[in-house]
């Protein structure tokens, strides 16, 4: 028998196992990398975050991905090089976060790597047919294996995509195992580059809980400021909140049939992008308009997404509470606006819950990744609209 395959047979029978879960999001400000002790699986899974870093990434890295991020025109080799490149330089930032924290390798039983989304191509978006709904995560697994010496999970949204789902958001499947509640409804929002929300009904009421993407989160806000002034973001929304909010131009931006669409749905910077808002300039008639207010509007139209979508689902559940994550959750701006526009609700930190807000996704992904080990496809039956899968692709070392 080959010796990995009977490690993985020992690892799913432990009673826990020590996971490393991985996230980079569309914002390429670095990578999440989160130590786990996971015990048991399912409904009956139960992790303490042990360790927890942000490993920032050089301007080098950032501008070599953005030459395949979210383009339909690449060079090839750039992106078949940026495959190796980024498992690689993924595994060596692992070995460096481990030997900081003082644990070795060989005390970890597996990595979660999410990888770096470079296009998100469902055909809700596409509108194409011809081609099924599709997503691509590179930074190979195999690369981050032989890096770290860890067996890795990687490549998760491709089963979900499969099995019939649109490969995002994944979020419901993490928030449903750990953080559903007996009695309180929840919104568990998290505010990256795109804002997705998980809807979680109270356990008791038996009904199905689902994750939706429901707009822009920074993404918009930050490619802007980057093509303004070559800051990577909006840094305490200095810009914005020196700006007005111009109501035209946020009417035009929420003019689009993606809002109207009912949950779940997804979305991405393939569509809210430089060309996205160019159009709705020019159709509101804004194009000279200052800088600082179209970061103000900006941040008005996140909020704005953000706050119809709950206010849809607290038709449904009153006594909701939203937890936010996410990067979005330092810009004081859009907390604020989020806030205004949801008054009545408790908008509080994912703190609440006991977790760092910013360790959550590279969390859930660690959670995954325990699944595709330990356990079932039956539990996550309860989740409306998702394929019921265990997802991840294996990794050895060797």
Same mark, same amino acid.
């Given at each position: 028998?080959? @010796?990995?395959?009977?490690?993985?047979?020992?690892?799913?029978?432990?009673? *826990?196992? &020590?996971?490393?879960?991985?996230?980079?999001?569309?914002?390429?400000?670095?990578?999440?990398?989160?130590?786990?002790?996971?015990?048991?699986?399912?409904?009956?899974?139960?992790?303490?975050?042990?360790?927890?870093?942000?490993?920032? *990434?050089?301007?080098?890295?950032?501008?070599?991905?953005?030459?395949?991020?979210?383009?339909?025109?690449?060079?090839?080799?750039?992106?078949?090089?940026?495959? %190796?490149?980024?498992?690689?330089?993924?595994?060596?930032?692992?070995?460096?976060?481990?030997?900081?924290?003082?644990?070795?390798?060989?005390?970890?039983?597996?990595?979660?790597? $999410?990888?770096?989304?470079?296009?998100?191509?469902?055909?809700? &978006?596409?509108?194409?047919?011809? *081609?099924?709904?599709?997503?691509?995560?590179?930074?190979?697994?195999?690369? +981050?294996?032989?890096?770290?010496?860890?067996?890795?999970?990687?490549?998760?949204?491709?089963?979900?995509?499969?099995?019939?789902?649109?490969?995002?958001?994944?979020?419901? *499947? /993490?928030?449903?195992?750990? #953080?559903?509640?007996?009695?309180? @409804?929840?919104?568990?929002?998290?505010?990256?580059?795109?804002?997705?929300?998980?809807?979680?009904?109270?356990?008791?009421?038996?009904?199905?809980? #689902? %994750?939706?993407?429901?707009?822009?989160? !920074?993404?918009?806000?930050?490619?802007?400021?980057?093509?303004?002034?070559?800051?990577? =973001?909006?840094? !305490?929304?200095? =810009?914005?909140?020196?700006?007005?909010? $111009?109501?035209?131009?946020?009417?035009?931006?929420?003019?689009?049939?993606?809002?109207?669409? @009912?949950?779940?749905?997804?979305?991405?910077?393939?569509?809210?992008?430089?060309?996205?808002?160019?159009?709705?300039?020019?159709?509101?008639?804004? =194009?000279?308009?200052?800088?600082?207010?179209?970061?103000?509007?900006?941040?008005? #139209?996140?909020?704005?997404?953000?706050?119809?979508?709950?206010?849809?689902?607290?038709?449904?559940?009153?006594?909701?509470?939203?937890?936010?994550?996410?990067?979005?959750?330092? !810009?004081?701006?859009?907390?604020?606006?989020?806030?205004?526009?949801?008054?009545?609700?408790?908008?509080?930190?994912?703190?609440?819950?006991?977790?760092?807000?910013?360790?959550?996704?590279? +969390?859930?992904?660690? +959670?995954?990744?325990?699944?595709?080990?330990? /356990?079932? @496809?039956? !539990? +996550?039956?309860?989740?409306?609209?998702?394929?019921?899968?265990?997802? /991840?692709?294996?990794?050895?070392?060797?």
């Amino acid at each position: 028998m080959n @010796p990995f395959v009977e490690k993985l047979y020992s690892i799913a029978r432990k009673e *826990y196992r &020590l996971v490393i879960g991985l996230m980079s999001g569309t914002s390429l400000d670095g990578l999440d990398i989160a130590l786990c002790r996971i015990t048991g699986g399912g409904s009956g899974t139960s992790l303490d975050l042990l360790n927890f870093t942000t490993k920032s *990434y050089p301007g080098d890295f950032q501008a070599r991905v953005r030459k395949v991020f979210a383009k339909r025109m690449i060079d090839q080799q750039e992106l078949v090089g940026l495959n %190796a490149w980024i498992g690689a330089y993924h595994g060596g930032l692992i070995n460096d976060a481990l030997s900081e924290w003082g644990i070795a390798a060989d005390g970890v039983d597996l990595i979660a790597s $999410h990888g770096q989304t470079v296009y998100h191509a469902p055909q809700s &978006l596409t509108a194409d047919a011809s *081609y099924p709904n599709s997503t691509l995560q590179i930074g190979d697994g195999d690369h +981050v294996a032989v890096t770290t010496g860890i067996i890795t999970i990687s490549d998760f949204r491709q089963k979900h995509v499969a099995a019939g789902g649109e490969g995002a958001p994944l979020a419901a *499947y /993490g928030d449903y195992l750990l #953080f559903s509640d007996a009695q309180e @409804p929840r919104i568990l929002l998290n505010i990256g580059g795109i804002a997705n929300l998980t809807c979680l009904p109270p356990r008791e009421s038996g009904r199905p809980c #689902f %994750a939706t993407d429901v707009g822009p989160g !920074n993404t918009l806000m930050d490619q802007y400021i980057q093509a303004e002034t070559g800051m990577a =973001m909006d840094w !305490n929304a200095g =810009m914005a909140s020196s700006g007005t909010v $111009h109501r035209g131009l946020l009417a035009a931006l929420l003019d689009h049939g993606f809002f109207s669409l @009912p949950f779940p749905k997804t979305t991405g910077p393939e569509l809210f992008n430089l060309a996205f808002l160019a159009a709705a300039r020019e159709s509101s008639r804004t =194009m000279g308009l200052p800088g600082k207010d179209v970061m103000a509007t900006l941040c008005a #139209f996140s909020a704005e997404a953000i706050i119809r979508s709950v206010q849809e689902i607290k038709n449904e559940y009153p006594r909701a509470r939203v937890y936010v994550s996410g990067g979005g959750l330092h !810009n004081p701006l859009l907390m604020r606006f989020i806030k205004e526009g949801c008054s009545g609700t408790d908008v509080c930190s994912f703190n609440e819950l006991g977790l760092l807000p910013d360790a959550k996704e590279a +969390v859930l992904f660690a +959670v995954l990744a325990n699944e595709a080990v330990a /356990g079932n @496809p039956a !539990n +996550v039956k309860a989740i409306r609209n998702a394929p019921a899968v265990c997802m /991840g692709k294996f990794s050895f070392p060797a």
